[in-house]
């Protein structure tokens, strides 16, 4: 072993004490903690698809049942509170500018867009339009999917060697944690990071046969260099393991009443480059009760290669909302 890997191992050791440590003094804090849990009063978000809520006409990346299937806005819902698009303004109350395959700082998107906005250009925006942030309001980092997607991509193609692939991931999850400081420094209290889940345990991922491992270590680089650099930041900044969240499911799928975690329920196939991993693949922003392989939709894991169904989505907002209320 490196001297170099010793010593990010021992960085990530140290930030999951931190965080650990964190965790247990709120939960030492008694009951008197779930009493004055925190209600939020409202929720703005910036990310990826992860958080797109329907920048593209109303559409997000489930199937589009007409349900709230999205993990954000389900969570908002726990709460009583609805998730625009920025497109309704600030002013509208919940809100998100997520924008699908955008990337934290880098351009083009995973997809090979130019125009769509980076999660910094998404903050600036929010600030521009006179966004402030309230006492209660929470904030969602929902972003790193695009990230990871974008250099496996070009790992892929030959532009990259797997280490060069891990570094330019590692830069993204640092350039996460300064949006998440940005914030802090801007007046936001609460801050929500949710990050990439296990990119091997996806179609895409299992696709690739033994190189199904580099796809799980793509989107652990990016956690692990955020966790990192957010080491100082516990009293604010509250990481969501959304790992954790889809390994548990996955191994267990019974419990949420699938019984298929391989396919992607829906064939609406992009002809372009859609959610950015290769043109001519299904793309769930546009996906219906009418582009569907099986009626049963409700039984299938994932929508596309990379995004869940409704049923999971929904699982993910209540383990979200699960771990806020322990929290804070």
């Known amino acids: 072993m490196t001297s170099e890997r010793r010593l990010f191992q021992r960085r990530t050791w140290l930030a999951s004490v931190a965080w650990g440590g964190a965790a247990a003094l709120v939960a030492g804090c008694g009951s008197s903690s779930i009493e004055s849990a925190l209600t939020p009063a409202r929720f703005v978000a910036f990310g990826d698809s992860a958080v797109d809520v329907g920048q593209r006409s109303g559409a997000t990346y489930s199937v589009n049942d007409g349900s709230l299937n999205n993990w954000l806005t389900h969570l908002a819902s726990r709460y009583s509170l609805t998730v625009r698009t920025d497109a309704v303004g600030v002013a509208a109350g919940s809100v998100s500018y997520g924008r699908g395959q955008a990337r934290v700082v880098t351009k083009p998107d995973a997809a090979g867009n130019a125009a769509t906005l980076t999660?910094?250009?998404?903050?600036?925006?929010?600030?521009?339009?006179?966004?402030?942030?309230?006492?209660?309001?929470?904030?969602i980092l929902g972003a790193g999917l695009s990230d990871v997607v974008a250099e496996l991509t070009r790992m892929q193609a030959g532009q990259q060697t797997d280490a060069q692939m891990s570094t330019a991931i590692r830069a993204a999850g640092t350039a996460l944690a300064d949006q998440a400081r940005r914030?802090?420094?801007?007046?936001?209290?609460?801050?929500?990071?949710?990050?990439?889940?296990n990119l091997g345990l996806s179609p895409w991922g299992r696709a690739q046969g033994n190189r199904a491992g580099v796809w799980t270590s793509a989107a652990a680089a990016f956690n692990e260099a955020f966790l990192v650099a957010t080491v100082d930041m516990g009293a604010n900044v509250l990481y969501i393991d959304a790992p954790y969240f889809y390994n548990l499911a996955l191994s267990n799928p019974g419990f949420y009443s699938i019984s298929n975690v391989a396919d992607a329920v829906c064939n609406s196939v992009d002809a372009g480059a859609g959610i950015g991993t290769g043109t001519g693949q299904v793309n769930s922003v546009l996906c219906t009760t009418g582009t569907l392989t099986n009626a049963t939709y409700a039984n299938f894991f994932w929508a596309d290669r990379l995004h869940a169904n409704p049923r999971v989505q929904r699982e993910m907002g209540n383990y979200a909302f699960d771990r806020l209320r322990a929290r804070w």
């Open 119 to 139: 999660v910094r250009e998404q903050i600036d925006a929010f600030i521009a339009a006179g966004g402030r942030f309230a006492a209660n309001d929470v904030v």
């Open 183 to 197: 914030l802090v420094t801007a007046g936001a209290r609460y801050v929500v990071m949710v990050g990439p889940y």
